[in-house]
């Protein structure tokens, strides 16, 4: 609009002619965006914008009502939005710090110059990321089952007498989701912190052997600050993704025992498409997740910003 | 000493690789096993592989599911990279502060969880079905709409096009390019390498989305491969064999793009952080 108004009043002063070319320039810039702005307008920030409206509205299906914040209100007393939070928060602050460990680990290993059959073990361990969320869940699923190997394996080695309950019982189900995340997503942050690694001047590992560092002072004194960017990175997107989390538990566990493994993704699933839906209700938890991405962002970068101090 | 440290190293990153590859394995030994020896354990290839393969395409809609996968997926990653790439290019040759403004607000886009749209999206799409039929729920137009654009693809193009020889684009302008024609005949096939790392990610999400498909492709002959598996995952009596073998097929695939394009599946996945 506004545009469209310049365009004219400048078109009417011919002599102005620079003027004229720079805006064409301008306008065939913002030609080149638009598809995409307007893309992302409409599947993004629109129904980003109508998820709140709903979220202070309240009915079955398409009858709803404004109620005022009587959904979110409904938050606090609601045990299976409780559970939900619950489980997804325990999945984040278990798994989150174990992957980031391992992965951490692994890439150090790996960065080592004179390892052999490095391409081999690299790629090994990347492996689990090519799988589609869906076909690994089911693969666990098998696995873990009351007969499945795992259970066969772990008797046989006699580690257990009894067969774990993996997806029944509501801790060691809980446990099985953590595993099965786990092994999909270690190798993918391994990969951020391998290519970080190589850009770390070996010279600085040098001067601290001379030093007389070991090991471990090596790893905790230049190698976790070094990669400190890499790590926030890696842990703020594990976690919006964690608090995300929806394929793997849908097809793992359907949030069973009861609602032990239950997350908020799948609770708002269940809300608006298994039991008689609630659209405005559904919203309001899903604006839960978007309240508790934000938190949860800060808090890392206020981690690692006081850790610069 | 340090021998000892050298074969500890080996010893941990030996067990990390089995870890990482032991379901792989389990899960090409039961596409050839039956399931009564799935539930069994077995660990040892068997002879069922061709059997499977017969039950699955008599028993479950095998092709279907895959030709509706490969369709959404190949169509969302052509029109991704056309749109993905025209803006990134746009944000960084024509940079201006009203840009930067509107670039930094798209990337907050990336911010926003999925479950917080799937609702309205629903909805509009049921608007949508009133007024267009052919591209509202339950049509794979619908499925693919929505993931057709990310911040992600567009910020990935933009790092990319900043290494990018600005004097190219120049030299195309002198030679009489609409400024059109430099993206298309010089910028494109200057790029390939991030084209395609870029089309690797955005056919490996497509292939693999899940939530979404699940809510808006009802009918079962609009299913695409995960919506199969996830189905034959949670039937009452599966037979472990055709199942496995599903899940083989449709990771054929991935693995296939991630073994013969290795060096662009990482640098794909790297582009963020560049």
């Known amino acids: 609009m506004i545009q469209a108004t310049t365009k004219q009043s400048i078109e009417s002063k011919p002599r102005k002619y620079n003027n004229k070319l720079r805006l064409k320039n301008g306008l065939i810039g913002w030609s080149f965006i638009a598809i995409a702005t307007a893309m992302i307008g409409l599947f993004y920030f629109y129904p980003m914008a109508q998820a709140l409206i709903l979220s202070f509205q309240s009915g079955a299906g398409a009858n709803l009502q404004f109620v005022g914040f009587d959904n979110y209100l409904r938050l606090f007393t609601d045990p299976t939005f409780i559970a939900a939070v619950k489980n997804t928060v325990i999945y984040l602050i278990i798994q989150v710090p174990i992957m980031i460990i391992l992965a951490l680990l692994i890439s150090v290993l790996l960065n080592d110059k004179k390892l052999k059959l490095k391409g081999f073990f690299r790629t090994a361990i990347f492996l689990p990321c090519i799988t589609s969320l869906v076909a690994y869940s089911v693969v ?3 696995l873990f089952g009351t007969d499945g190997i795992i259970n066969q394996l772990l008797i046989n080695v006699s580690l257990i007498s009894e067969p774990i309950q993996w997806l029944t019982d509501p801790f060691w189900a809980k446990v099985t989701i953590i595993i ?66 929806f394929d793997e538990v849908m097809n793992i566990t359907k949030g069973g025992p009861g609602n032990a493994t239950l997350t908020i ?21 899903s604006y839960a997740i978007v309240i508790m991405i934000v938190i949860f962002s800060i808090i890392q970068f206020k981690v690692a910003g006081d850790k610069n101090a | 000493m340090h021998k000892v440290n050298r074969i500890f190293i080996y010893i941990i990153l030996s067990i990390f690789t089995i870890v990482s590859i032991f379901p792989f394995i389990w899960m090409i030994v039961s596409a050839t096993n039956k399931s009564s020896d799935v539930t069994k354990g077995r660990l040892v290839p068997g002879t069922h592989l061709v059997e499977n393969f017969q039950n699955l395409i008599n028993s479950v809609d095998l092709v279907p599911a895959l030709t509706n996968s490969v369709i959404i997926s190949i169509s969302t990653t052509v029109l991704s990279l056309i ?9 960084e040759i024509y940079r ?57 693809l567009i910020f990935f193009f933009r790092q990319n ?50 939530l979404w498909p699940l809510v808006v492709l009802q009918s079962p002959e609009n299913h695409t491969i995960p919506l199969l598996i996830s189905n034959l995952g949670s039937s009452h009596s599966p037979d472990f064999g055709i199942i496995m073998t599903t899940i083989v097929i449709a990771t054929l695939p991935t693995a296939l793009i991630f073994f013969l394009l290795q060096k662009h599946f990482v640098a794909g996945m790297m582009g963020s952080v560049k």
């Open chain 1, 140 to 142: 666990f699923k098998y």
């Open chain 1, 180 to 245: 099965a995340i786990t092994w999909r997503w270690t190798g993918y942050n391994m990969i951020f912190y391998l290519s970080a690694l190589q850009n770390v001047d070996n010279s600085i590992y040098e001067a601290a052997k001379i030093d007389g560092a070991n090991a471990f002072q090596q790893f905790f004194k230049i190698t976790i600050p070094m990669l400190k960017p890499i790590i926030l990175f890696t842990s703020i997107t594990s976690t919006i993704g964690t608090l995300q989390l």
């Open chain 1, 265 to 285: 993704s799948q609770y708002i699933y269940n809300l608006s498409f298994k039991y008689t839906p609630d659209f405005g209700y559904a919203a309001t938890v």
């Open chain 2, 83 to 91: 749109i993905a790439s025209l803006a990134g290019y746009g944000f």
């Open chain 2, 96 to 152: 201006s502060k009203a840009k930067d403004v509107v670039f930094t607000i798209l990337l907050l886009s990336m911010m926003i969880p999925f479950a917080a749209m799937m609702i309205p999206l629903f909805r509009m799409f049921g608007t949508i079905s009133q007024m267009a039929p052919g591209i509202g729920i339950d049509t794979l137009t619908s499925a693919m709409l929505p993931s057709i654009t990310t911040a992600f």
């Open chain 2, 161 to 210: 096009t900043k290494m990018f020889p600005k004097e190219l684009l120049e030299a195309g302008r002198i030679d009489g390019l609409t400024e059109l024609g430099v993206f298309f005949r010089i910028f494109v096939p200057t790029m390939k390498t991030t084209y395609a790392a870029a089309a690797i990610i955005t056919f490996m999400a497509s292939w693999n989305n899940f």
